[in-house]
């Protein structure tokens, strides 16, 4: 009657070791390590690196308990900080040996202690939010005035490509503060000029004017089109942010929007605020220029500039025009893949402006070089020199002597993108790993003593019943730790409130099985039915009670942001592993407590007040 058949009780015993399992890496905690990424976007983390790495700290005479690498970074991991500020200093100095052109970053950070054969399942510890492991906030401004300058100088060039398609004569096009000021030579040259624009820009609003013999139309964008203009900025922002702190190796960062025009970006466990602030302060765009063939690097002729090109390892100047094709904005989507020929190759897509650019450029200057130049702190540097074969728009290939690895970097980098408008960091706040420490430990405190009081309270209630109680609960804490694991969910003070609440919401369940049994008992109920009634009867309840929880949950996940989603998830999943455990978990023990039991007189579950006695 009450026995599960062996294959539930095979699949409740594997549960419980997959919880087992992805919940111990959390008990062996962090230790001090130092992460080398690139600072170069064209500079990679590759095998030859680790070994460079590997030889510094060895010839350094200092110690690493091991190291993991990555496709962004690469990671090693010191016994103590004193180690490992050490092998900070020798990798930064030996990695960068001019501090003002930096190749690679040399931060410190923080790695899992867990042993090899726990990580080679993928068993890692959860994240710990800012306020547990310590780390840095910013608070970013974002220069919405700016994001409207830049636009405006793309639809400048936009304008010129327009108005030479259509054959509008013009004598110029400029940005004047907020507007754009097209220079014409007539007043039916200029009417024309505002219908062939307003046909292709409704974001655009215009007036007139004259300035000597010069009919002038000016634009400027609407008040819808701003508004439009400054939310993208803040989204790309955001993008490119998460992009950057990737460097860092920051395992789950928040970066975020506050308001109209901030950003706010938390970076867990992040030790070298220096090295942070230096990254997200970084400004990067992409350039397409002109090669100038034939000319001398080490002499160059007015109107071209030299940048670097990677080569085999080695550094190549180029010779490219000053005049610039298009910039990184026009850039769609790029993505790695195969030309005609099975080579690798960089598949690339541009806006509509952006196409009609090209197909101009590409047409007038079939099998010369055109160059994409990636600018970085100021500096330039060359990441693709490629010959044009044909005509072409808004999408092409660029190819070349790549290999497939190659091709997918620089495909990244095309998809990374520049900030869409200046920030400014206007706050700045460190947590210390200590003041995070001293919350982990009352955060693990409270649960403890909660998980104490509640497991006493249910043996002394309900006596093995109560016991059994219990033993769900510790299921349910295991399986719930296991699966923030498993997730990589960040863990904030916010979220061990709601382990707390799981709690006692998990053991409500039991609370509602044990008093349906009892309630059967005192019904006159036999033991064993008792027990199939208690669980089947209590079931209905339960679901309905923690299905309305959930939705109030989902709730809070959808709409909420920070601590708020922070709760909503470990609520959630609290939710899902109580059910779990507080039914099949407690019910697979009181299968085996009672349930091979043939004459069972009476059950071990409290005083049962029974009619007429």
């Known amino acids: 009657m009450n026995r599960y058949p062996l294959w539930k009780n095979l699949m409740i015993g594997l549960v419980l070791i997959f919880g087992l399992l992805y919940t111990l890496p959390n008990f062996f905690g962090e230790v001090p390590a130092v992460q080398v990424s690139s600072a170069r976007s064209t500079v990679k983390v590759d095998a030859d690196l680790e070994k460079q790495v590997l030889d510094i700290i060895t010839n350094a005479k200092i110690a690493n308990d091991g190291y993991l690498r990555d496709q962004t970074s690469l990671r090693v991991r010191f016994k103590d900080v004193d180690t490992q500020q050490k092998a900070k200093d020798a990798l930064e100095h030996a990695l960068n040996p001019d501090p003002q052109k930096p190749s690679y970053v040399v931060a410190l950070n923080l790695l899992s202690a867990s042993p090899s054969w726990l990580t080679s399942i993928q068993a890692l510890p959860m994240y710990l939010g800012l306020d547990l492991r310590g780390g840095v906030h910013f608070l970013l401004q974002v220069d919405m005035n700016g994001a409207i300058t830049k636009q405006l100088d793309s639809t400048s060039g936009d304008l010129r490509t327009l108005l030479r398609e259509k ?18 030579r007539s007043d039916a040259d200029r009417q024309k000029a505002k219908n062939t624009i307003s046909d292709s820009r409704t974001d655009l609003l215009f007036t007139t004017r004259e300035e000597g013999t010069d009919f002038l139309l000016v634009g400027s964008f609407s008040p819808q089109a701003r508004r439009t203009i400054q939310e993208d900025a803040i989204k790309q922002n955001i993008v490119t942010l998460h992009n950057r702190v990737n460097e860092l190796g920051v395992a789950e960062p928040i970066i975020q929007q506050q308001g109209a025009d901030r950003i706010v970006v938390e970076l867990p466990g992040v030790q070298d605020v220096g090295k942070a602030k230096d990254l997200i302060g970084r400004t990067a765009t992409l350039q397409v220029r002109m090669a100038a063939e034939g000319t001398d690097p080490l002499n160059p002729p007015p109107g071209t500039d030299v940048y670097p090109e990677m080569r085999n390892g080695q550094q190549v100047p180029v010779v490219v025009k000053k005049m610039v094709v298009l910039t990184g904005d026009r850039f769609v989507k790029a993505a790695s893949t195969f030309d005609n020929n099975q080579r690798p190759a960089v598949s690339v897509t541009l806006d509509a402006a952006g196409g009609h650019i090209m197909r101009d450029i590409t047409r007038e200057n079939i099998h010369k070089g055109m160059a994409i130049i990636l600018f970085e702190k100021g500096q330039g540097e ?71 009081a509640i497991a006493a309270f249910m043996c002394i209630y309900y006596m093995f019943f109560g016991f059994v109680s219990a033993m769900a609960l510790s299921a349910n804490v295991l399986l719930l730790v296991a699966l923030l694991s498993l997730f990589q969910a960040t863990l904030t003070l916010p979220g061990i409130a709601a382990i707390a609440l799981a709690l006692g919401m998990a053991i409500d369940s039991n609370v509602l099985i044990n008093e349906r049994i009892r309630e059967e008992l005192r019904n006159g109920a036999t033991p064993q039915a008792a027990i199939l009634a208690g669980y089947e009867r209590a079931f209905n309840t339960i679901l309905d009670s923690n299905v309305t929880t959930l939705i109030a949950g989902i709730a809070l996940l959808a709409f909420g942001s920070g601590p708020i989603k922070s709760f909503a998830v470990v609520h959630c999943l609290g939710i899902l592993t109580s059910m779990f455990s507080a039914v099949l978990v407690s019910r697979m023990i009181i299968n085996f407590a009672y349930g091979y039991r043939r004459k069972l007189d009476k059950l071990a579950i409290g005083q049962v007040w029974k009619p007429g006695v």
């Not at 004598?171 to 220079?183: C, H, T």
């Open 167 to 184: 054959k509008v004569a013009y004598s110029g096009v400029s940005r004047e503060r907020d507007n754009l000021v097209v220079r014409l």
């Open 382 to 452: 060359a990441i693709s020199v490629a010959t044009i074969q044909g005509e072409f728009s808004s999408q092409f290939q660029i190819t070349g002597n790549f290999s497939a690895e190659e091709t997918n970097r620089l495909a990244i980098l095309i998809r990374s993108g520049a900030l869409a408008a200046p920030m400014d960091i206007i706050e700045e706040r460190v947590v210390g790993p200590s003041a995070g420490a001293e919350n982990i430990q009352k955060g693990k405190d409270s649960t403890l003593w909660g998980f104490v």
